[in-house]
């Protein structure tokens, strides 16, 4: 078993609506976890970072993590067109350990 | 203020070549990393430094060498290119090993053919 996983997508969905992107892991002693976005030819970059349970916000993004079932979801509300790009999430244990990533494509 | 620098940023090779790949950081970062990013793979740990003078393995180090003799340097060899090292290769750094997320430079796109 992977130690993450993230579903590939690609996801498509039109401007302003609501975005959920998900990833699950195995390792219940994971406590930091990170979401980076990457836009196409780009390295990926921090959006958000998250400690333990509970969700954070920054705007129009969420973080959330459920220790209980190993999720981890990253919500965008309001999505623009700007926001298409992968999104990576991360569990930093004494390094990053990404998943595959996400595609996302929001159309106008 | 340049951030994580790699050069180059396109790259052929044929087959059993050899080159390397420069990462340069300019926000006194202690930790360098060394990430080869596939389809369908994701990002995956090739070596990585917690210092000057010092690397350790990754998930994937065959095939690939480094070395960190400045703080602000990271080298990425190939010492004999083969077509599975075809990738987009990315440095990145970070002020401690923990917590606070990498700077990831803009990546090397390298074929191998």
């Known amino acids: 078993q992977k130690e993450v996983e993230q579903d590939p997508g690609p996801l498509s969905v039109p401007e302003g609506a609501i975005v959920s992107l998900n990833c699950t892991y195995s390792n219940s002693a994971f406590q930091y976890f990170m979401w980076y976005r990457q836009y196409s030819r780009k390295g990926p970059e921090l959006l958000m970072y998250?400690?333990?349970?509970g969700n954070k916000e920054d705007g129009r993004f969420t973080a959330q993590v459920d220790k209980s079932s190993k999720y981890i979801s990253l919500f965008i509300r309001d999505s623009q067109p700007s926001d298409s790009a992968t999104y990576l999430c991360a569990i930093n244990t004494d390094k990053l350990i990404f998943g595959t990533g996400t595609r996302l494509q929001v159309f106008p | 203020n340049a951030g994580v620098t790699q050069t180059p940023k396109f790259r052929v090779l044929k087959t059993g070549q050899s080159m390397t790949l420069l990462c340069a950081q300019d926000?006194?970062?202690?930790?360098m990393y060394w990430y080869r990013q596939d389809p369908g793979m994701g990002l995956r740990l090739i070596h990585y430094s917690v210092g000057e003078g010092t690397t350790a393995k990754g998930e994937v180090p065959d095939g690939y060498n480094v070395s960190r003799l400045k703080k602000q340097n990271f080298l990425l060899g190939l010492e004999s290119a083969a077509p599975s090292q075809t990738s987009v290769y990315f440095c990145?750094?970070?002020?401690?090993?923990?917590?606070?997320?990498?700077?990831f430079g803009s990546g090397t796109r390298l074929t191998v053919v």
């Open positions: 998250t400690y333990s349970s």
């Open positions: 926000m006194n970062h202690e930790y």
């Open positions: 990145a750094s970070s002020y401690s090993g923990d917590n606070y997320g990498y700077t």
